[in-house]
């Protein structure tokens, strides 16, 4: 019986059904890294602010301690962002006259705040609570990274779900003292075995919750 078909068809099928599965591959791939990338999650992006506030100087070369300017940070859900009186205890006198800090004066002048643009920003159905981590012994560099490296601030985690979640499975691996929360100096991660061991011990010292709660819809999504 005569072939309806010659054999090279059938390599031309092959060819046609991997391509297919290599382009739908490939189309998956370019969401998903799309999804992941910093055009999407805002990561590692500077954002140009009204007034050229560095931590960089103010935390890491002066030394300020965190707390003197993101006040509610231990105690309720959001770190706060200072008032321009906070940067005029200083400022009142040092480099009273400088061009940079114009916005600032302006700002006190007119009693109007410095409109700070948001680094990290949530999207609403997502629950974040700063006291509850910082209470427990995660850093604020394990989160924000060396801002006291930072001329200017940007976000240094991808602050999706999946990240969220890879710590509160393993909680172990990123917890400190909560004497070592503020110190930039502090590993942001726990990695060998010991310093796991440090973690396991600091579970316990602070009463953690289990995988089952942490990783639970309703802890994020209420
Ligand atoms: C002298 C005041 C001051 C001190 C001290 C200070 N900050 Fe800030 N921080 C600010 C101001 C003002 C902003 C808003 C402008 C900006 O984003 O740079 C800010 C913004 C931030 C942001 C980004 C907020 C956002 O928009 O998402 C983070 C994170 C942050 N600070 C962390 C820290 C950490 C960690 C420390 C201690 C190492 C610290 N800050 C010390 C004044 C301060
Ligand atoms: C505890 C004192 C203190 C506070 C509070 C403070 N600063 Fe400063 N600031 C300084 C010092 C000291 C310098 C000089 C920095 C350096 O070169 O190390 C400085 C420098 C600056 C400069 C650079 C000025 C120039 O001409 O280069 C800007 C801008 C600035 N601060 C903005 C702010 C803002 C905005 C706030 C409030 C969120 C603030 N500062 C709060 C102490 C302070
Ligand atoms: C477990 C991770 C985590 C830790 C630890 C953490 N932050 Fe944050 N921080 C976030 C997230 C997430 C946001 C964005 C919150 C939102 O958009 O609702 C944020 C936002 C901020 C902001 C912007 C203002 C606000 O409250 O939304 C500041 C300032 C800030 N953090 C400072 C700090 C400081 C200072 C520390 C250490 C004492 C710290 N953070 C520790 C995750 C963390
Ligand atoms: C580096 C570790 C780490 C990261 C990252 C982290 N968390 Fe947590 N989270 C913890 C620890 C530790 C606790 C304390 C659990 C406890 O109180 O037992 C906690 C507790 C919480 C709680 C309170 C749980 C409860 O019901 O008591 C919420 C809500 C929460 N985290 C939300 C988030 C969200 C949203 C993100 C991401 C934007 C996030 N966390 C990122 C470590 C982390
Ligand atoms: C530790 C906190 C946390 C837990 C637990 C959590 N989520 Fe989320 N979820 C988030 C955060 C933060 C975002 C926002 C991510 C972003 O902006 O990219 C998010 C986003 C989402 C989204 C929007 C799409 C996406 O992936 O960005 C869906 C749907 C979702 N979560 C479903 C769930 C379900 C279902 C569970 C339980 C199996 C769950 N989440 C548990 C923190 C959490």
Redo the contacts with the bound molecule.
Sequence with gaps: MPQIFHHSTNALAKITIYGAIFVAVAALWATVELNRSSWNTGQWLERQQPVQFSHKHHTGDDGID??Y??T???TS?????PPTTTCMNCHKQIWADSPYLEPVRASLRNNKPIEWF?????PDY?Y?N?SI??NKG???????GR?DEMPIAYQS?S?QMEW?LE?HRHPEKFVRDKEK??DMNWRPENKSATDIAYGKSLLAKYKIQGKEILTSCSTCHR
Excluded at 77 to 81: M, P, Q, V
Excluded at 139 to 144: D, E, N, Q, R, V
Aim: hydrophobic share 40%; net charge neutral.
């Design positions: 965190c707390r300017c993101h509610s940070v231990e859900a959001s770190a706060g962002l948001r680094v990290h920003d949530l997502a974040f700063h981590h910082v995660v850093g604020c560099s394990t989160c924000h801002v985690s602050l969220c710590c929360v503020f």
